[in-house]
């Protein structure tokens, strides 16, 4: 084992913010690059070890086939790379590398973080690694990162350091509850009729051949507030099934009036508990679901109600098709930070868009002006399906 982000000295000034950066977990087709960065990387070790530094010769495809390899993208290629070994009470952080092109980007960091928070919801309570005592950088790196030094050894020819460092409880493992909270029925007075044929009930079994006849897809939106995204979305793609899931009936009466006021027929609507909907949809059903500014719940003691959680996430494992995708937008950074945390530890989603732009064709919603107005800047997440 051998642990390395294969850096230089840490940067101070980083040239960009590591929110750019991406992790996804490494594919087969992947091997080959992994390799070539980790030449790259460990290269300029070798004259002072005066051999070549282990992770050089590591069999980065044995650690993709047990899924315990992670790829950082950034500008749309992969920089650098991490392999690990899950275990309690102690996982092991084997190599961290990274392109040189890319050192001092932040790109290690987040590998780091990545697999801390795969160690923790796996129920590690210890991370343990080793580097060796010439790589200078990495030595600083681990200590700034919390990581304390626990022996030196010399071992298969190499001069050994090694750190641990305890894992906090996983914010992934706190628990969650279901549930609506707040007014259904806003001041406003608008009102629906549950008659109506773009509303539907989950009282029966799910068809949705029956219920969107017709569609190549099936997308779903949570929490839609007043429908423009929803209503802008299913005017431009016709072909695509849309369904609206919105608890406050003010919201629900607008979007159903809008859809009528525009001749949509490929949107349907139900009002109440999206993790319900969920439930009730049959496996890989969705194409892609959206979750647009949802309610951050704010005081800690209410964060089990936050829909992005570990059994949030299991939910939309099992209705989104592999390599569909869940769309996060928030303006609150706490929220964006949990959700990263959050689908970093969870084994059936990747990162792979964290960005201050919107999607293509992003008409805005009347929260994103909100916050705009109050000074908040947005973060655009893409979650894909493994």
């Keep these: ?63 993709i086939a047990r899924g315990e390899a992670l790829v950082a993208v950034a500008d749309g290629a992969v920089r650098g790379f991490a392999t690990y070994a899950l275990a309690r009470p102690t996982a092991s952080l084997i190599t961290v590398a990274v392109t040189p092109a890319a050192q001092g980007q932040g790109v290690g960091s987040a590998l780091i973080e990545a ?20 790589m200078a950088g990495n030595l600083a790196l681990y200590r700034a990162r919390g990581y304390t030094e626990v022996a030196r050894r010399h071992e298969e020819g190499f001069d050994r350091v090694f750190f641990e460092k305890p894992l906090a409880p996983a914010m992934a493992k706190r628990g969650s509850v279901d549930g609506i909270y707040g007014r259904r029925v806003g001041a406003s007075g608008l009102r629906v009729d549950p008659a109506d044929p773009l509303l539907f009930d989950i009282d029966r079994p799910c068809d949705l051949a029956a219920l969107l006849p017709g569609k190549r897809a099936v997308r779903l939106e949570v929490g839609f507030g007043g429908g423009e995204h929803l209503i802008e979305h299913a005017g431009r793609e016709p072909e695509v ?50 979750v647009l500014y949802p309610d951050p719940w704010h005081k800690q003691r209410h964060w089990k109600r936050r829909f992005i959680s570990t059994p949030g996430l299991d939910r939309l494992a099992r209705v989104v098709v592999p390599g569909g995708t869940v769309r996060f937008a928030s303006d609150i950074a706490g929220y964006v930070k949990w959700t990263r945390d959050h689908v970093a530890a969870h084994p059936q989603f990747s990162l792979t868009q964290d960005s201050e ?23 655009y997440l893409t979650l894909t399906r493994e």
């Design 241 to 290: 099934g849309l369904i609206g899931i919105e608890p406050f009936e003010t919201g629900l009466a607008r979007a159903v009036r809008a859809a009528r006021e525009a001749g949509l027929a490929n949107v349907r609507f139900h009002q109440g508990d999206a993790r319900q909907v969920l439930d009730w949809l049959p496996p890989a059903a969705l194409e892609r679901v959206d």
């Design 357 to 379: 732009t919107p999607w293509p064709h992003w008409p805005g919603t009347r929260y994103e002006d909100k916050a705009r107005r109050e000074g908040r800047p947005s973060r």
């Design 1 to 63: 084992m051998a642990a390395s982000p294969g850096r230089r000295p840490i940067s101070r000034t980083p040239s960009r913010p590591k929110s750019d950066v991406s992790i996804r977990r490494a594919r087969p087709a992947d091997a080959d690059r992994l390799a070539v960065i980790a030449e790259e990387a460990f290269a300029p070790y070798i004259a002072a070890i005066g051999r070549r530094p282990a992770p050089m010769d590591e069999a980065h495809a044995d650690a």
């Design 115 to 134: 697999v801390e928070e795969r160690a923790r919801a796996a129920g590690a309570g210890t991370l343990a690694l080793y580097t060796n005592a010439a």
